[in-house]
């Protein structure tokens, strides 16, 4: 699975924060590292809510996301080199300068880099991943995809373009794979129904505790 960095202007408003959060959980869950969403959709707002306070609303932005090794990296350019964030020692009472606070214990590690029009603040993110390319999917992933490899499925790699035609290719690969299965359970005498149901169970059971949201 390949993971391009993307860029995404924007206008640095309160009311954008929202949009900004949904576009990461997107863009996140395309390339499979849904056990980041939350801590990435945290840090988005703190980073844009950071030039918000303190370059202005209004302030025209960027928002880029990349791979770092396996992490992920959260980079929000701003106009403005000379308003550096800091990392304030804020009471959990205090109304505001949490924002650097809270990034810096999410994160792997954050910073930021001034240039003579502008600057980046950045933080990282761990993924579990080996590589920038690798899947967080598991055993059971990978055991798929190397079954698939006999389907001739190249187009496996569809995350990358995020395209609705190879998507649509690289399921009929994965049900193709699914019948051969159950023929295979057929062939030697086996209730290919109750086989069914039983992996809904497994998967289910399997991916119930990945899907309870943070609070």
């Given at each position: 699975?390949?993971?391009?960095?993307?860029?995404?202007?924007?206008?640095?408003?309160?009311?954008?924060?929202?949009?900004?959060?949904?576009?990461?959980?997107?863009?996140?869950?395309?390339?499979?590292?849904?056990?980041?969403?939350?801590?990435?959709?945290?840090?988005?707002?703190?980073?844009?809510?950071?030039?918000?306070?303190?370059?202005?609303?209004?302030?025209?932005?960027?928002?880029?996301?990349?791979?770092?090794?396996?992490?992920?990296?959260?980079?929000?350019?701003?106009p403005d080199p000379r308003a550096l964030p800091t990392l304030l020692d804020a009471?959990?009472?205090?109304?505001?300068?949490?924002?650097?606070?809270?990034?810096?214990?999410?994160?792997?590690?954050?910073?930021?880099?001034?240039?003579?029009?502008?600057?980046?603040?950045?933080?990282?993110?761990?993924?579990?991943?080996?590589?920038?390319?690798?899947?967080?999917?598991?055993?059971?992933?990978?055991?798929?995809?190397?079954?698939?490899?006999?389907?001739?499925?190249?187009?496996?790699?569809?995350?990358?373009?995020?395209?609705?035609?190879?998507?649509?290719?690289?399921?009929?690969?994965?049900?193709?794979?699914?019948?051969?299965?159950?023929?295979?359970?057929?062939?030697?005498?086996?209730?290919?129904?109750?086989?069914?149901d039983r992996a809904q169970i497994h998967f289910e059971a399997e991916t119930s505790?990945?899907?309870?949201?943070?609070?």
């Amino acid at each position: 699975m390949t993971r391009k960095r993307w860029d995404l202007p924007f206008v640095a408003e309160p009311e954008g924060v929202a949009a900004l959060r949904r576009i990461m959980r997107l863009h996140l869950g395309l390339w499979g590292l849904h056990d980041v969403i939350d801590v990435a959709q945290l840090c988005v707002s703190e980073l844009v809510s950071n030039v918000i306070n303190h370059v202005g609303a209004g302030t025209p932005g960027t928002l880029a996301v990349s791979m770092i090794g396996s992490r992920v990296r959260i980079e929000v350019h701003d106009p403005d080199p000379r308003a550096l964030p800091t990392l304030l020692d804020a009471s959990a009472e205090a109304e505001s300068g949490r924002g650097m606070a809270l990034v810096s214990a999410v994160a792997d590690r954050w910073g930021v880099e001034p240039y003579a029009d502008r600057k980046v603040t950045w933080c990282e993110l761990a993924t579990g991943l080996t590589s920038p390319d690798g899947h967080v999917g598991g055993p059971r992933v990978a055991r798929a995809e190397e079954m698939l490899g006999l389907y001739g499925t190249a187009q496996l790699s569809y995350a990358a373009t995020h395209s609705p035609l190879t998507t649509a290719v690289a399921e009929e690969a994965v049900i193709d794979l699914i019948a051969d299965l159950l023929h295979w359970l057929r062939a030697h005498g086996c209730d290919a129904d109750e086989a069914l149901d039983r992996a809904q169970i497994h998967f289910e059971a399997e991916t119930s505790e990945k899907d309870v949201p943070l609070s």
